[in-house]
């Protein structure tokens, strides 16, 4: 009976990068043929059907230049004979933080809506490198059920013997090799459960011959070939996926990377199934969603649940993990965007709304949109062709100055709320911001116009109780902003510019106990009286002359090779510039860190791959020279110089480094503040070398079993040691792993916490070392002859800009810590790291960007917070729901153990729910709001959860 045959449902598809081995606007060009001819054939068949890629930038990257076709294209959306979405592009999983993802399904959604058209509700993720153990819970937040994967899963059928299949061999229906199978399942499924941190189960859907089916081929000279390449090829394929089948269906994409539509499909599926009758199978087109349909409603019994992330290495797929450090530049212009946004733009927008001002709804949105433009795997993992690149910097660029203008504003309106009772006439009244939501101790610097002539000791900075704050000044630059002799200022007579139109007057200072989600309100005002110029404004050791550092002003203590501060001691050593960190706290010494190696790489942008006869060189034992290049009372940085030399780049056969060497001049600027228990550190160098990866080094002191980093809505805990039994992998697992925000080894009772801004790869060692990749530098965009991976990734092109020649620039912090990363928190020191205190002037000091401000009440104390929340929960959003007049907060509990959530926004709530992520209200997610106009709640391990306040 027809019921009871095989059934497959044939995808048929192209995988559109929409930038790779050419530009946007190259593959744009055979995008739009590709459409057009897609569109006639959709036209000409009624059974053909299509999908278009599960991303919805295609249509308006189409429609751009065919904005004649839209109604045709709309129009076979609507049908259901063409597939879109959810994506607004398909991303790289690891490279872009947890809510750009969000966005990137948020912008599939309105343009799916311009359009009037709906998206495919299963989350098509066919070519990501390595899969997110937080995507289950992103997806199913999203009210998306079920996702196709392929890379980073895969083993061998359940009840079958491991295969010998690898990516390139001969034989596509080899079954995978199960390696780590001490760590992922050691058998798979088509149809499987995907289980996040938190709980949260989805359908996970198996590619076991991956996303990539060429057309049948067709070979007039020879029909017996030709036969033999459609109906020999289906029997050979259904006979493959029926061995991983959960159900009678089974899912087979016909498409690949920018290939066209086949209008030969329809005809040749017909004749499959002539021949295949009577073997009781039946091909027909079809779509993902009718696909995951028919297989829940055969009520399959899963037998695989793949717990956390798809990373298992050698599985019939290349997780190439060589793209988490290529063109490390890219990583940290998207961190940079990503806090913009998240940290200040959304949630700015938000609070000064919530004060009666305007949201800018649609200027975020076109910021986040240039910025996911630039979130597709080909592009931010930087593994594409020189030019790409240079144009994802533009996208960057505009992403950051919107995000950049949309904060500074909206902070400027909350300032211009805050009561000025105390600030004297002729005062710059200033206003500092803190995006987390614990109140914190930190560095703040902010430009003045240097008309003002700002000087300690000339000018004085109080706070809005009245006390005098420590501050430094150095010159600077705003290279986009012009700052004038204005006569708003009341800056003292002078020349209309002094210098440069952009020159600025930095001023630095620590501010304490900016409230979370809130504000706390300064002052700079002139002396009555000048300080004498001889007199040191910062401490020093040993026995300071008078008025020569003998004060103690913030806690904060320099002297020679050394910093301290109330938390920490750090001393540098004479003999290799390395830092030994002394925990006041703990009583805990930390010895050799920020040490530095740097070995050769002859892989390419995929991968990174060990010279044969590889050279590992070290700052062990190269004296450096040691220079102060800020000391204050609000912030100390001591410049550790090495004049060292390294390897120009390979040898011609690419087996060892080379015998010349180039000097290498490699600067670590480590930043001591007063009464932060952190350690910041800047290294910069021009890199003149090729071929090579440079890693800063930090042993625990102790050993380690595994590694806790934190990823999408999770901290991630992997084995330091690398599995056994990779010895002939055809891609072996490597010790490099993905991170977000920090990565923390511990030995139970001691740990230390690296963060970071945009370096996204990390290795730790079994003894306890993490190493931190601050460059990889390789020529190619794919090679096949190199000895981590069989086989290309790519094609083999040249790509000289991603040696990183010259300026090269990376920011991490040490946190140290008793006990483990969770028992400690050290999670909101590493994001107070990576979104520090912001600020803005209540004067102008460049030129306005606004003609025109309405009159507000100064209604806002001094200082306050705008949202008042207890609790030791990451919010990861803050912003003004998409549909309604409504506050949104999302939050994750990035912890094992449940905690405790209250939050409190300034204006009393009418009403308060939880909310999926698509900002729809959950059944049962009402929440009392108490007479303070507050709301509580527990949080489960690793859970997210969306709150939305209606007022």
């Known amino acids: 009976m027809s019921e009871q045959k095989t059934q497959v449902i044939m995808y048929h598809h192209t995988h559109w990068d929409r930038e790779w081995w050419t530009t946007y606007q190259q593959f744009r060009f055979r995008l739009v043929n590709i459409v057009d001819q897609l569109l006639d054939n959709l036209d000409r068949d009624p059974s053909f059907r299509f999908t278009l890629d599960g991303q919805t930038i295609v249509l308006k990257d189409y429609l751009a230049v065919r904005p004649e076709n839209r109604g045709r294209l709309v129009g076979h959306i609507r049908s259901g004979r063409l597939a879109v979405g959810p994506w607004h592009i398909l991303p790289d999983e690891f490279l872009v933080s947890p809510e750009a993802h969000i966005r990137n399904l948020w912008l ?485 860190l920020n040490r530095f190696e740097d070995g050769g790489d002859a892989g390419d942008t995929y991968n990174y791959a060990r010279p044969v006869g590889d050279q590992v060189l070290s700052t062990r034992g190269l004296q450096p020279r040691l220079s102060w290049v800020e000391c204050g009372p609000a912030r100390a940085t001591l410049r550790i110089t090495w004049a060292w030399s390294l390897p120009e780049g390979l040898t011609e056969d690419r087996t060892s480094r080379s015998p010349r060497y180039v000097p290498f001049v490699l600067h670590s600027d480590i930043t001591l503040l007063p009464g932060v228990k952190r350690v910041d550190i800047r290294t910069h160098f021009e890199n003149t070398a090729r071929d090579h990866r440079l890693r800063a080094c930090f042993p625990l002191g102790a050993p380690a079993a595994a590694s806790a980093a934190e990823s999408h809505f999770c901290v991630v805990e992997r084995p330091t040691a690398l599995p056994e039994g990779e010895r002939g992998s055809a891609e072996p697992a490597v010790a490099e792993h993905p991170q977000l925000a920090f990565v923390s080894v511990s030995d139970g009772a001691r740990g230390i916490t690296i963060a970071n801004r945009g370096l996204p790869e990390y290795a730790a060692d079994p003894d306890g070392t993490v190493r931190l990749t601050l460059l990889r530098a390789v020529g190619w965009l794919s090679r096949d002859d190199i000895g981590s991976r069989v086989g290309g990734a790519g094609p083999t092109m040249r790509t000289p800009e991603a040696q990183m020649l010259g300026p090269v620039e990376a920011e991490y912090a040490i946190i140290p810590h008793a006990g483990d990363w969770d028992a400690a928190l050290s999670c909101k020191p590493a994001h107070d790291f990576n979104a520090p205190l912001a600020a803005v002037p209540l004067v102008p000091q460049a030129a306005p960007m606004r003609a025109h401000l309405p009159a507000v009440a100064e209604s806002l104390p001094a200082a306050g917070a705008l949202v008042e929340v207890a609790g030791d929960l990451l919010l990861t959003a803050c912003k003004r729901a998409e549909d309604r007049e409504a506050l949104v907060l999302r939050f994750v509990n990035e912890s094992a153990t449940a905690r405790a959530l209250w939050v409190r926004p300034a204006r009393r709530p009418a009403r308060a729910c939880l909310v999926n992520l698509r900002e729809e209200p959950l059944e049962g997610g009402e929440l009392p709001v108490d007479e303070d106009g507050a709301v509580a709640l527990e949080a489960a391990p690793w859970q997210v959860f969306t709150l939305a306040f209606e007022f």
């Open 108 to 592: 599939g959604e309105r343009t799916a809506r311009e359009l009037g058209v709906r998206t495919s509700r299963v989350g098509y993720l066919p070519d990501q490198f390595g899969h997110s153990a937080g995507m289950p819970a992103i997806l199913a937040g999203f009210g998306i059920e079920s996702a196709v994967v392929w890379r980073g899963f895969g083993a061998p059928p359940v009840g079958h013997p491991p295969g010998d299949g690898y990516p390139g061999h001969p034989d596509c229906y080899r079954f995978a090799h199960p390696y780590n199978a001490a760590q992922f399942p050691a058998a798979m499924q088509s149809e499987f459960w995907w289980e996040g941190p938190d709980g949260t189960r989805i359908l996970g859907i198996y590619l076991p011959l991956e996303y990539y089916r060429s057309h049948y081929a067709d070979y007039p000279d020879d029909p017996a070939r030709t036969r033999d390449q459609t109906v020999g090829r289906a029997r050979r394929t259904v006979a493959h996926l029926k061995a991983f089948a959960t159900t009678r269906f089974l899912l087979e994409p016909m498409g690949g990377d920018h290939l066209p539509s086949d209008e030969r499909l329809p005809g040749l599926l017909a004749e499959i199934n002539r021949e295949l009758a009577a073997e009781g199978v039946e091909y027909r087109l079809g779509s993902l969603e009718e696909y995951v349909a028919a297989v829940k409603g055969e009520n399959p019994q899963l037998q695989v649940v793949w717990q956390g992330e798809g990373r298992a290495f050698g599985r019939k797929a290349h997780l190439l993990p060589g793209v988490l450090s290529a063109r490390l530049y890219l990583k940290r212009q998207n961190q940079q965007c990503q806090v913009a946004l998240e940290r200040y733009a959304e949630p700015l927008q938000a609070l000064a709304w919530l004060l009666g001002g305007r949201y800018e709804q649609t200027y975020l949105w076109t910021a986040w949109e240039r910025l996911v433009e630039n979130h597709p795997h080909d592009s931010i993992c930087g593994c594409s062709v020189d030019q790409v690149h240079r144009e994802m910097l533009t996208r960057f660029a505009e992403s950051h100055q919107m995000a950049h203008l949309l904060a500074q504003s909206a902070l400027e309106d909350i300032a211009r709320r805050v009561d000025r009772t105390g600030v004297p006439e002729g005062a710059q009244p200033l206003l500092v911001f803190n995006p987390l939501t614990w109140s914190r101790t930190d560095v703040v610097t902010l430009p003045f116009n240097p008309a003002l002539a700002i000087d300690p000791a000339t000018w004085r900075l109080v706070d809005d109780a009245g006390r005098e704050v420590p501050f430094q000044t150095r010159p600077g630059e705003a290279p986009i902003d012009k700052l004038e002799r204005f006569d708003w200022l009341g800056a003292p007579p002078g020349p209309y510019v002094t210098g440069s139109a952009n020159d600025c007057t930095l001023v630095t200072f620590v501010a304490e106990g900016v409230p979370g989600l809130g504000y706390r309100r300064y002052h700079l005002e002139p002396r009555k009286r000048p300080l004498p110029a001889r007199v040191w404004r910062f401490t020093v050791t040993g026995d300071a002359a008078k008025e020569k550092g003998d004060d103690a002003t913030t806690g904060l203590t320099i002297g020679p090779g050394l910093l301290e501060n109330q938390f920490l001691r750090v001393t540098v050593s004479p003999a290799d510039g390395s830092l030994t960190l002394y925990d006041k706290g703990t009583g805990l010494i930390y010895e050799g």
